[in-house]
């Protein structure tokens, strides 16, 4: 069974910066693409970042040219470089492993992690 474990959540004031980690276990890690996506209360989960397995990334246009999603096959984890957050930016992070249908990804685990906290003040 795939898990994930996000990690790097916090609280930051706006303008500020964060890295996030997922490390993944129970997967051939370098076979598969990745997603973060975030939750804020009262809204539906939605994408922010994927990475095909071979590096190639997708942003949402609520945080392009913001985040920055990267891997490392060694490690077996995937990262969410965050800068110039803003309050919008709250929510819970998490991660997912998955596919691309027609370019989009797809995640393709039921079972989430437990995310991890991103509170921006303002």
């Known amino acids: 069974q795939v898990q994930f474990v996000e990690s790097g959540g916090g609280l930051v004031q706006a303008g500020g910066s964060l890295r996030l980690s997922c490390a993944v276990s129970?997967?051939?890690?370098?076979?598969?693409?990745f997603g973060w996506y975030r939750q804020a209360p009262g809204k539906q989960r939605e994408l922010v970042a994927s990475?095909?397995?071979?590096?190639?990334?997708k942003y949402s246009d609520s945080i392009k040219d913001r985040f920055t999603v990267s891997r490392s096959n060694a490690k077996n984890t995937v990262y969410l470089q965050m800068i110039s957050l803003n309050p919008d930016d709250t929510a819970v992070y998490y991660c997912?492993?998955?596919?691309?249908?027609?370019?989009?990804?797809?995640?393709?685990?039921?079972?989430w992690g437990q995310g991890t906290q991103v509170t921006v003040s303002s």
């Open positions: 997912n492993s998955g596919i691309y249908v027609d370019g989009e990804f797809r995640y393709s685990e039921r079972s």
């Open positions: 990475i095909s397995i071979g590096g190639i990334t």
């Open positions: 129970g997967s051939t890690f370098r076979f598969n693409a």
